[in-house]
């Protein structure tokens, strides 16, 4: 298995002064799957949203492949490193079509043969604020499929399955769980954290193991 690892050391992020995520430590071995669960506002999504530096308070030391991001260039070569799903995928302010946003994975014929897979294929030519909130979560699950190709060695997903049926849940998971890759994922799918190797709860901005 593939992959890159992950090391969190004392990390914690604000909402101006509110303490979203308080005194994280987390370490996810390379190729390794990894659930993280907990109720909304417990800091889940702005601590992935941390790694990838899309929230900037941020303190403590977050390493990726044994690589910190502190200058622009090495920000830049994180975020190629790290496949992203949003929880809450935007369309774009302005008509962007699914297909560029498949070929902003960096390997727009495997995002394609994804999409296709994922039954969206033939969608590409559409505008993504067309697109059901089901076809858009598949289109950048296919877009995290050709940013893996294109290199990535981490997965960062958050909810992936929310907008999906029972059984898009589970075609989602098979695809996300066979790629070789370190996955971190936000899920409230049960069945989908319980195929990670652990489960991790968030509660209050603070990390645990599940039980």
Do not use: Y
């Not at 890159?4 to 509110?18: P, S």
């Not at 830049?76 to 297909?99: M, N, S, V």
């Not at 994975?105 to 043969?113: T, Y």
């Not at 958050?158 to 907008?163: H, I």
């Amino acid at each position: 298995m593939g992959g890159l690892d992950l090391r969190m050391r004392q990390v914690g992020c604000r909402h101006g002064r509110v303490d979203a995520v308080r005194d994280v430590d987390l370490d996810v071995a390379a190729g390794e799957h990894v659930a993280l669960t907990g109720t909304n506002g417990s800091g889940k999504s702005t601590l992935l949203r941390a790694l990838l530096g899309l929230h900037r308070a941020v303190d403590g030391e977050i390493g990726v492949g044994g690589r910190q991001a502190r200058t622009a260039a090495e920000w830049a070569w994180r975020r190629r490193a790290c496949a992203w799903i949003p929880q809450k995928p935007a369309a774009g302010r302005f008509p962007l079509l699914a297909g560029e946003l498949l070929a902003s994975s960096g390997a727009v014929a495997d995002a394609l043969d994804a999409a296709g897979k994922l039954g969206v294929g033939q969608l590409a030519d559409r505008p993504l604020h067309t697109l059901s909130g089901g076809q858009l979560q598949r289109m950048h699950l296919a877009r995290a499929v050709g940013c893996v190709a294109a290199g990535a060695g981490l997965l960062l997903a958050d909810e992936p399955t929310a907008a999906l049926d029972f059984a898009g849940q589970e075609e989602a998971a098979d695809l996300l769980l066979s790629l070789p890759v370190t996955l971190v994922v936000v899920t409230h799918d049960r069945a989908l954290a319980d195929r990670c190797e652990r489960v991790l709860e968030m509660a209050a901005g603070r990390l645990r193991e599940a039980v």
